[in-house]
Structure formats: structure tokens, C-alpha cells
């Protein structure tokens, strides 16, 4: 079983930066994505951004060139360094993992297998 544990979520003013962490407890597999998540009240869950076993990464344009996912394959860490933060970004972010690689598409919700318990972040204007 996977556990993952999001942490690092807080307020911020527009503009600002935030930095989240996703510990998790063993990978899938060895071919793996982690992905970020993020729902905001009343509307759906979205991918916002992915890496995978091989490094490829993956981004929302909502997000592409503000937000950076890495990971850290010995700590079995992935972060997810947040900048320009606007309150279109407020939400609560989570994490997520799935065996094999992400793919070329966003990541989709329903295809993720194990998540954490999310972390919020709030971006006052």
C-alpha cells in the first residue's frame, strides 16, 4: 500500500511563492507518476502538473512557467515549487500516484490509485 503525505500548503498574497512536498511511503512501481491535483470549491478536481519514473514532466497552461515539479527518487519525495501565485490558484492541492509513467496527457483523477490527504493553499489578492 502507497501513502502518500502532502505538506508545505499556507496563505499567501498574490505574487507570492509557495513550495509543497509529497512524502510517500514506496513507489507503485518501479515505472511510476506522481501527479498534483487541485479542487477548488464547487468545481472539479484538475491536474495541474506530473512527473513520472523517467523524469517527464507535464503542466497545465493554467500553470505552465509558474509552477515546477521535481522529485527527489532517494527520499521518495516529490515538490511542487509554486510561483506568481494568484487567487485563481486558491484550492486544495493534493497528491497523487499511479503505476506506470503519465503519459502525454494531463493527468486524469480517475486514473490515479493513491492519494493524500491534501493541502490547502489560499492566495489573497
Known amino acids: 500500500q502507497v501513502q502518500l503525505v502532502e505538506s508545505g500548503g499556507g496563505s499567501v498574497q498574490s505574487g507570492g511563492s509557495l513550495r509543497l512536498s509529497c512524502a510517500a511511503s514506496?513507489?507503485?512501481?518501479?515505472?511510476?507518476?506522481m501527479a498534483w491535483f487541485r479542487q477548488a470549491p464547487e468545481k472539479e478536481r484538475e491536474g495541474v502538473a506530473s512527473?513520472?519514473?523517467?523524469?517527464?514532466?507535464r503542466y497545465a497552461d493554467s500553470v505552465e512557467g509558474r509552477f515546477t515539479i521535481s522529485q527527489d527518487y532517494a527520499k521518495r519525495t516529490v515538490y511542487h515549487e509554486m510561483n506568481n501565485l494568484g487567487p485563481e490558484d486558491t484550492a486544495m492541492y493534493y497528491c497523487?500516484?499511479?503505476?506506470?509513467?503519465?503519459?502525454?496527457?494531463?493527468?486524469?483523477?480517475?486514473?490515479?490509485?493513491?492519494w493524500g490527504q491534501g493541502t490547502q493553499v489560499t492566495v489573497s489578492s
Open positions: 497523487a500516484a499511479k503505476s506506470f509513467r503519465c503519459g502525454s496527457e494531463l493527468p486524469v483523477a480517475a486514473l490515479f490509485a493513491y
Open positions: 514506496a513507489y507503485p512501481l518501479t515505472s511510476y507518476c
Open positions: 512527473i513520472d519514473s523517467a523524469g517527464n514532466t
